[in-house]
């Protein structure tokens, strides 16, 4: 699952991250898209490897946790600058990948399989909020899926943080930022 979205890259992306990294849009919140848009995929045929990536980058530029216009683009931008340095993509995934992010926001539901697919992810872990997530926000048939829906809403209402983010992804952050939390 996490061979997707190397900790290197993670780490490149935490350098700029400004909010708690286990916050309410934090590196918890990450996983939970990632791995939400890797169960929709089933489904959906979606881009595996954009749709891990959108988990990581979508709010990797928040600069808080309101609304924060803007965030998705700049999530983006970032994913622009390390993609030399990090990512393996083809122009056209890698525009998807940017374009997912960027209006991710918007409450948009047309567009590509991938980038919906992305969309949803985000979308089924807005339990934690509290929001549940309507059906007509929602872009796939794969997200309204009664299985699915139960699933991604039990972690996303816990919290639920797989261990490869402690354990890869905040690994060395712990003692540079004097607390994960
Ligand atoms: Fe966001
Ligand atoms: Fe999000």
């Known amino acids: 699952m996490t061979g997707m979205v190397k900790p290197a890259l993670v780490h490149a992306i935490m350098k700029e991250y400004a909010l708690p990294v286990l916050g309410r ?6 996983a939970r898209v990632l791995e939400n848009g890797l169960r929709l995929a089933e489904a959906t045929g979606a881009n595996r490897q954009v749709v891990a990536l959108f988990g990581v980058f979508h709010d990797s530029r928040r600069e808080n946790d309101g609304t924060d216009p803007g965030h998705g683009a700049r ?6 600058r390390l993609r030399d340095a990090h990512l393996d993509l083809s122009d056209h995934d890698f525009d998807l990948l940017v374009y997912a992010c960027a209006h991710h926001t918007d409450g948009t539901v047309d567009g590509d399989i991938t980038v919906q697919t992305c969309w949803d992810a985000d979308r089924l872990d807005l339990w934690r909020v509290p929001v549940t997530p309507q059906n007509a926000f929602l872009c796939t048939s794969a997200a309204r899926d009664r299985a699915i829906q139960e699933w991604s809403r039990e972690r996303s209402v816990a919290d639920y943080t797989p261990d490869y983010v402690r354990e890869d992804w905040l690994r060395g952050l712990v003692d540079r930022q004097g607390g994960i939390a």
């Not at 849009?25 to 990450?30: A, M, V």
């Not at 999530?75 to 622009?80: M, N, P, R, T």
């Open 25 to 30: 849009h934090g590196l918890g919140h990450w």
């Open 75 to 80: 999530g983006g931008e970032l994913a622009s």
